[in-house]
Every structure is written in structure tokens, then in C-alpha cells.
């Protein structure tokens, strides 16, 4: 089992920006990916972010947030950072972390989510 939990979300006006946490616990070593997603009202879940997990390497973006958002792994917190400059008002969304395993292939573990409200 792996736990996330994320923290960081808020209120910002547009053109601002915002850093979201992801710290993972339990069995973080079969974990291959962490990604980000985000699930706007009336819309469905979509992806955003990924990065390796073992090294931080091989980031992947959606190409809505290519350019602004950075997703990076700090190693001594276990944890995934996705750093969001240059917000825009559809940027505003419920922001999920979630953990692809070897064993799965998928995305498998979640977290609770936390809400980015981006005022125009």
C-alpha cells in the first residue's frame, strides 16, 4: 500500500502562482511514477504532470500547462513538488497526486486532492 497526501492548494489571482506538495508513505519502492491530475467542475479528470519517482527524471506536461508548471522530486521528503507560475483562470481545478507501481502499470494509488481557485 502507498499513501499520498497533498498540500498546497489555495486562492491566487491570475498570473500568480502556486506550489503543490505530494509526500508518499508505505511501499513507496514499487512505485514507478508520480503523476498530477485534475478534475475541473463539469469536466472530467485530466492529466497534467508525471515524473519518475526513483530519480525525478523524465518529466512529462500537458501541453495546457507546458512552460509554467515544473514538477521536480525532493528525495529527502519523499515527497513531489509541482510548481504552478503564470496560473490562468482555467488552471482552476481539484489537483489529485497519484502513483503508478511497477506491479500495476497504472496509476494506482491516490491522493485526497486539494483545491487551486485561480481569480481572474
Known amino acids: 500500500q502507498v499513501q499520498l497526501v497533498e498540500s498546497g492548494g489555495g486562492l491566487v489571482q491570475a498570473g500568480g502562482s502556486l506550489r503543490l506538495s505530494c509526500a508518499a508513505s508505505g511501499r513507496t519502492e514499487n512505485m514507478y511514477r508520480m503523476g498530477w491530475f485534475r478534475q475541473a467542475p463539469g469536466k472530467e479528470r485530466e492529466f497534467v504532470a508525471a515524473?519518475?519517482?526513483?530519480?525525478?527524471?523524465?518529466?512529462a506536461y500537458a501541453d495546457s500547462v507546458l512552460g509554467r508548471f515544473a514538477v521536480t522530486r525532493d528525495n529527502a521528503k519523499n515527497t513531489v513538488i509541482l510548481q504552478m507560475n503564470s496560473l490562468i483562470a482555467e488552471d482552476t481545478a481539484v489537483y489529485y497526486c497519484a502513483a503508478k507501481t511497477y506491479i500495476a502499470g497504472r496509476y494506482e494509488y491516490w491522493g485526497q486532492g486539494t483545491q487551486v481557485t485561480v481569480s481572474s
Open positions: 515524473v519518475r519517482w526513483s530519480d525525478g527524471s523524465a518529466p
